[in-house]
């Protein structure tokens, strides 16, 4: 594809996430303009997390690719400072809280 539909394809979108944020967020287009540019675009692209495990590090990787690293997602998941919901109870219930 080159540079000239390339950019007009930007141009759109851009045209789009700011027709999004008038029509959904009652902004005028001054707001719109003076909105920090990063933060609007996460805003605009976030999306509903139905699985919170999918936030997990290594939660898209499959079996298989853990397997050719040598590491096991158990193992994984605890060198990445991530920590399952029952660890998470254990440690709590071992500390005192939620009994």
Do not use: C
Not at 52 to 68: C, E, T
């Amino acid at each position: 594809m080159n540079l000239y539909y390339t950019l007009k394809a930007q141009v759109e979108n851009l045209k789009y996430a700011e027709q999004q944020a008038l029509v959904h967020m009652h902004w005028t287009v001054d707001e719109y303009d003076n909105a920090d540019y990063f933060d609007l675009n996460d805003i605009l692209r976030a999306q509903p997390v139905n699985d919170p495990a999918s936030l997990l590090p290594g939660s898209s990787m499959s079996d298989k690719d853990l397997q050719d690293q040598h590491i096991t997602r158990t193992r994984f998941l605890h060198e990445s400072g991530g920590m399952s919901l029952s660890d998470l109870h254990h440690n709590q219930v071992q500390k005192g809280g939620n009994k």
